[in-house]
């Protein structure tokens, strides 16, 4: 049971290149998330799926896509990277909505040059 | 706006204290109140969770308490440990939303 992870753990980008983060699950949650954390800022979230088939933007979804691909996997992409988006990237899983427990991946450090 | 706030300055106490960890908020109506533990280059770890009508929780050397006319949630560690420093996050979500906000969370360091 490995929980939730995430590939890459770490990724540099030039300004304008793209690239998918991918978040896999192993617990049968139905609901999966998507957030950016800052130095000073907390956790913000970027996009959430209550559950397999259908995503809703969080509070900073500008410049980001998702994709619910299975009850399993959730990815999230930048189309055309910039460095404000260089940050810490943490995909979390529950049942069955967020007012119960989030488990959270190890995170991606993505740099944006 | 909705704020919640954490102590951003490091909490530095001696081992064998206790720590309390302050989370307040504003023009915020929470239904639920998570604590989160996140050690460095690590993804947050759930701790407890409290309701709107419970006054405090807990957990072996872990205490909660939420006071919402104060709009605030107290988080106390007994008998603290080195092994307890850490970053500590509250999380806030209300009946109306469905989503998680967090605090920027304080950093605490319990000292042999």
């Known amino acids: 049971n490995a929980g939730v992870t995430q590939t890459p753990k770490f990724q540099v980008l030039k300004t304008g290149q793209s690239m998918t983060l991918q978040c896999a699950q192993d617990?049968?949650?139905?609901?999966m998330y998507w957030y950016r954390q800052d130095p000073g800022m907390g956790l913000r979230l970027i996009y959430y799926?209550?559950?397999?088939?259908?995503?809703d933007k969080g509070e900073v979804p500008n410049g980001y896509n998702v994709s619910r691909l299975n009850k399993r996997e959730f990815s999230l992409r930048l189309e055309s990277a910039a460095p404000s988006q260089t940050s810490v990237y943490f995909c979390?899983?529950?049942?069955?909505?967020?007012?119960?427990?989030?488990?959270f991946g190890p995170g991606t450090r993505l740099l944006v040059l | 706006s909705q704020k919640i706030e954490q102590n951003s300055e490091a909490l530095n106490i001696q081992e064998g204290k206790t720590a309390t960890l302050t989370c307040n908020y504003t023009?915020?109506?929470?239904?639920?109140l998570q604590w989160y533990r996140q050690d460095p280059g690590r993804g947050p770890v759930f701790l407890l969770l409290?309701?709107?009508?419970?006054k405090e929780k807990r957990k072996e050397r872990l205490k909660v308490t939420f006071d919402t006319t104060l709009k605030q949630s107290l988080f106390h560690i007994t008998a603290s440990q080195p092994a307890d420093s850490a970053t500590y996050l509250c999380?806030?979500?209300?009946?109306?939303?469905?989503?998680?906000?967090f605090g920027g969370g304080t950093r605490l360091m319990v000292k042999p």
């Open positions: 979390a899983s529950s049942i069955p909505g967020p007012r119960e427990t989030q488990y």
């Open positions: 617990m049968n949650h139905n609901s």
């Open positions: 799926s209550a559950s397999e088939g259908t995503t």
């Open positions: 023009n915020y109506s929470p239904a639920y």
């Open positions: 409290i309701r709107e009508n419970e």
């Open positions: 999380a806030l979500v209300s009946n109306a939303g469905n989503m998680l906000t």
